[in-house]
């Protein structure tokens, strides 16, 4: 297909599916025609909805039980050991269990990019962008409530939702800090390990809100990559020598993610991106667009909706030398 006739296939789709043409015609030079046509299929169709055991305050089983008893019905997550798929009949906030902190309702993506960084009890791990807190607390839970979680957002609406699930979900190892996480320099305290699941154009969420469909440019992509390239060179250079970080976003597109992971790497070459040891998602893309990127991008994942019946997700693992 010549460049003429993929941005004439790509104002048709776009005009049939209610897309910008500028995303349809990015998906047909990364996947081609057919896989298009799957992805577009597959963001109308409703996402299932996931939770998460708060093993702080229940067990997994146990929290089987109670809710078996009230009509939902759980299906464990593969890869997740707290992680389920699940069917309410009701608002899966609705019940006196949720109050209580035994769960939270989270993307299975979600969930899975703290599983990825693998917080360890006693660790010191920094969780930027924090609000509203899923990572937040997904960290505390997996060290224990030992160590320090440094929850760190920007926004101070968005602090509240993070505090409300901090104590619903009983985190007791937790700072809140309210700042710009680009001046990460200026915390005096070592990390372990760093989360970055990084404020982005949200491209991957188009099955959750069709209004993505046409909310974003392509200039607001390149702003949201400049801003996560700055997040992530703030989060480099805080992290010690032989620390660990997980760069993460809810968007598909490569500008936004190998893009980001690659020009990092020729600033750092202290920087590498490292083997995921779980089964789940697809490789990231090391020829996106027929631009050549560092080979290690197949050792990041991706969610995407057609695939894996989740919204888009993007999640790469660092460590630095």
Same mark, same amino acid.
């Given at each position: 297909?010549?460049? +003429? ?5 790509? %104002?048709?789709?776009? +005009?049939? #599916? @209610? ?7 990015? *998906?047909?030079?990364?996947?081609? &025609? ?6 577009? &299929? ?8 996931? =939770? ?30 707290? @992680? ?18 035994? *769960?939270?309702?989270?993307?299975? /993506? ?27 607390? #997904? =960290?505390?839970?997996?060290? !224990? ?14 602090? %509240?939702?993070? &505090? ?10 937790? =700072?809140?800090?309210? @700042? !710009?996480?680009?001046?990460?320099? %200026? ?5 372990? +390990? ?15 809100? $069709?209004?993505? %469909? ?14 996560? !390239? ?9 992290? /010690? ?12 597109? /490569?500008? &936004? ?18 083997? =995921?040891?779980?089964?789940? @998602?697809?490789?990231? *893309?090391?020829? $996106? ?16 909706? #057609?695939? #894996? ?13």
């Amino acid at each position: 297909m010549s460049n +003429k006739q993929l941005r004439q296939r790509a %104002k048709d789709l776009a +005009k049939q #599916h @209610g897309y910008l043409p500028y995303m349809i015609e990015r *998906y047909l030079a990364l996947w081609g &025609e057919e896989e298009t046509i799957q992805f577009i &299929e597959a963001c109308e169709e409703q996402i299932t909805t996931s =939770i998460r055991a708060n093993t702080l305050k229940i067990d997994a089983e146990s929290l089987q039980t109670r809710l078996q008893l009230k009509r939902v019905t759980l299906k464990p997550v593969e890869w997740l050991d707290e @992680g389920f798929w699940a069917d309410f009949d009701v608002s899966p906030g609705s019940l006196f269990e949720y109050m209580l902190g035994y *769960y939270y309702v989270q993307g299975v /993506p979600s969930m899975t990019v703290t599983k990825v960084l693998d917080p360890r009890p006693g660790e010191t791990v920094i969780d930027l962008a924090a609000a509203p807190g899923g990572k937040t607390t #997904h =960290i505390a839970q997996l060290m !224990d409530n030992t160590g320090t979680v440094i929850a760190i957002d920007e926004d101070r609406q968005r602090i %509240k939702s993070l &505090e409300s699930n901090i104590q619903r979900c009983g985190v007791s190892n937790a =700072i809140i800090l309210r @700042g !710009d996480a680009k001046k990460l320099d %200026k915390l005096e305290r070592t990390p372990d +390990k760093i989360l970055l699941d990084s404020p982005c154009s949200g491209e991957g969420l188009i099955p959750l809100d $069709p209004s993505r %469909k046409t909310s974003t440019s392509m200039a607001d992509i390149r702003f949201c990559a400049t801003r996560e !390239d700055e997040l992530l060179e703030a989060a480099v250079n805080a992290l /010690p020598s032989g620390g660990t970080m997980v760069y993460a976003t809810c968007s598909i597109a /490569p500008e &936004e993610n190998e893009y980001i992971i690659d020009e990092i790497l020729h600033r750092h070459s202290e920087m590498s991106v490292v083997p =995921i040891p779980l089964e789940f @998602g697809s490789l990231g *893309y090391p020829r $996106p667009y027929g631009v050549e990127l560092n080979e290690s991008m197949t050792l990041t994942r991706r969610f995407l909706p #057609h695939l #894996h019946g989740t919204e888009g997700f993007f999640i790469c693992k660092l460590e630095k030398e």
